[in-house]
């Protein structure tokens, strides 16, 4: 089997690549950070060195976008220093580099979904360091493919969906952005892409370089997300709040965010005949994986 070293294995994104490596015909390494610390060029150095690896796949990253706000040097660190560092190394050993990047490395001025060829003009810290991280990448390692991605969501870990189902306990109201548009993205799905993108650069079927946009299709807000979240936690006997559409005004963050986050797949489809699903049925999967099958009961609190 093929070998691949894969970063972030803890994360959302991360632990559904390991989850799904060996359908793939690859048998991943995923170190915690115990083991391979971001910040530190010589442990990066000496994984990469360790084995004859068939393919790096690169999705760990520092994603808190509003605490990055007041950390960039961190935020710096991990998402521009460490994937340079990724893509010196794994270009000294000929390693194809597979790096995760964001819908945020976009202003979300455009009123269509953003195509690979658009320019980038990040609106804060992270998206910054994530679209510096980009340029690095590219420019150290001939061998590499970008993929960007947005709105991950998975059934564990900290994400929008998790968000939602522990306030829909606290609160019995409850308000959210509805001005924000973009393209709700199962870990899972996102993972099946890299893993897929891994294999074509791996099996020799992929010229080297290249930036691919992969997200589930169909539109939504971030009140379209929850919406659709409480509809399949009622569906289950879960009490859910009131919900209420309300701007991004009204919610103040200190990071600011992109108004149009949606991203054009046609390449990805394209080059690797891959359809996304609609986001309406991976989110229902992660929602039936999260909270059990749905029934005809009485509510539950
Ligand atoms: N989340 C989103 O909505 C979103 C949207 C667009 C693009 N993306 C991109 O998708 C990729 C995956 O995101 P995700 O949501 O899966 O991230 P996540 O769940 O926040 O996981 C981040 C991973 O990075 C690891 N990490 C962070 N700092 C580290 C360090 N110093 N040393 C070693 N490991 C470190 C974390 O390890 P620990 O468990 O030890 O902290 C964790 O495994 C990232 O490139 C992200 O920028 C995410």
Redesign the pocket.
Known sequence: MRKILV????????SAVVAAANTYGFDVMAP??GI????NREEIAALVAAQPWAAVIN?????AVDKAENDAMMARA??TTAPGYFAAETAKHGIPLVH?????VFDGTKSAPYDEGDSVRPLGVYGAS?EAGEAVVRAHNPNHAIVR????VSAN???FINTMLRLSQERDELGVVNDQCGNPSS?TDIAAALLTVADKMTSGQMGPTGTWHFVNSGDATWHDLAQFVFAEAAARGFKTPVLNAIPTSAYPTPARRPENSRLSTAKFQQDFGTIPRHWHIAIADILADRLGPKQDIGVKT
């Open positions: 970063t972030g294995g803890s994360g959302q994104v991360g915690p950070r391979l610390n971001l910040e999705c760990a990253a520092y994603t991990i998402n995760v990047s964001t819908d945020y994530k991605t947005a709105w991950v870990g900290a994400n870990a």
